[in-house]
């Protein structure tokens, strides 16, 4: 099937752009007004809310539980392994914990006593096992009829990052049943069909299980990377530096005239064992691309990049997906919504490019 055949057009005129933080603040509004009746599902990899605009969500989720709505949070087993900030390892890598990993379990705790369904997904078996390999990327919300798309977690909320809210009460029955399963489960391999599903709108939403060595948002990624032609331009956007099979089809797009403008956290913003893994990928990419481009393709930003956004001048496809090799060696559970929209394209470029300046 042809990536034409895959997308077709989709009205974007109803869906909302957001940051991390606004992302975030939209869902506060609304769950604040949600009571008996009213369905809520979150899904997140990290969490801290100990960050003030979490901290007001958990609490409308809290409050909205208490109220009588049908509120889940789906928290991925890394908000427990590992903290990379304070560089400490939780409760489901060492079998003791500290106080950071405390307070989360005690949220937690006091959402389920309100009412709502708490989840951590993707547990490992083991303690001391790799805290990256098997997790659930997946990153979205549902509030009755509207889905939300994209890549912001409930932590660090602050980072150049892109999400969709889409009134669109197919895609929320979906995603919210998708959500359901995993809740069910705990474990995003058993629960999360893996493929695309097609809207009546012309959208559609990618999910990846987390099987090892498989994405199919990769393969979409790269047929609509492929897909670019010559005189179009193509905005790339992910939290790592370009590496793999996406970092040669990127190339190939600006071989073929395509204006590229790819978008990543360089190298400097890592910790010093993410810096020396970005900084080799950041050479293999001086070695690809013409040293002219190279330049362009590092946008200055004050912030750390965070947004997952492939967009041409005809398709977009916005979601968790770094569209980096690592994370599919790994296995990770990974969402991604699809459609075919000039204005959205064109919107987003312009949301990625004004946190960036």
Not at 229 to 241: A, H, P, R, S
Request: aromatic share 8%; with cysteine.
């Amino acid at each position: 099937m042809s990536l034409s055949e895959m997308i077709n057009q989709t009205n974007s005129q109803d869906i909302v752009l957001h940051d991390g933080l606004s992302y975030v603040d939209a869902l506060t509004q609304s769950i604040a007004e949600k009571s008996h009746g009213d369905r809520i599902a979150v899904a997140t990899m990290s969490l801290e809310p100990t960050e003030e605009p979490v901290n007001q969500l958990l609490n409308a989720m809290e409050q909205a539980a208490q109220r009588g709505a049908e509120v889940s949070l789906l928290v991925d087993g890394y908000a427990f392994l590992v903290d990379s900030e304070s560089h400490q390892f939780g409760p489901l890598f060492v079998p003791f914990t500290t106080s950071i990993f405390t307070h989360r379990r005690k949220t937690l705790a006091c959402l389920a006593k309100a009412g709502a369904h708490v989840t951590v997904t993707n547990k490992p078996s083991r303690y001391a096992s790799n805290p990256f390999a098997g997790r659930s990327h997946i990153k979205g919300s549902v509030i009755n009829d509207t889905a939300y798309i994209g890549g912001p977690n409930l932590h660090n909320v602050d980072r150049v990052d892109a999400a969709l809210e889409i009134p669109n009460a197919e895609l929320a029955d979906f995603v919210f049943a998708s959500l359901k399963r995993l809740e069910k489960t705990g474990d995003a391999r058993t629960a999360v069909q893996e493929g695309q599903t097609y809207f009546a709108d012309g959208s559609s939403l990618l999910l990846d299980s987390g099987e090892r060595q498989k994405s199919y948002i990769q393969s979409f990624a790269r047929r609509l990377i492929a897909s670019a032609q010559e005189d179009d331009w193509l905005l790339f956007t992910t939290q790592f530096v370009p590496r793999g099979q996406i970092l040669q089809d990127l190339a190939a797009a600006h071989e073929r005239g395509v204006d590229v403008q790819a978008i990543f956290t360089p190298p400097s913003g890592k910790n010093a064992v993410m810096s020396a893994s970005e900084r080799f990928a950041f050479h293999r990419l001086r070695k690809t691309f013409p040293k002219g481009l190279v330049k362009k393709l590092i946008l200055p930003s004050t912030k750390p990049v965070h947004a997952k956004v492939i967009a041409t001048p005809r398709n977009v496809l916005v979601g968790s997906h770094n569209f980096d090799p690592r994370g599919i060696q790994f296995g990770t559970a990974e969402i991604a919504y699809a459609c075919s929209s000039t204005e959205l394209g064109q919107k987003l470029g312009e949301h990625i490019l004004r946190q960036c300046s």
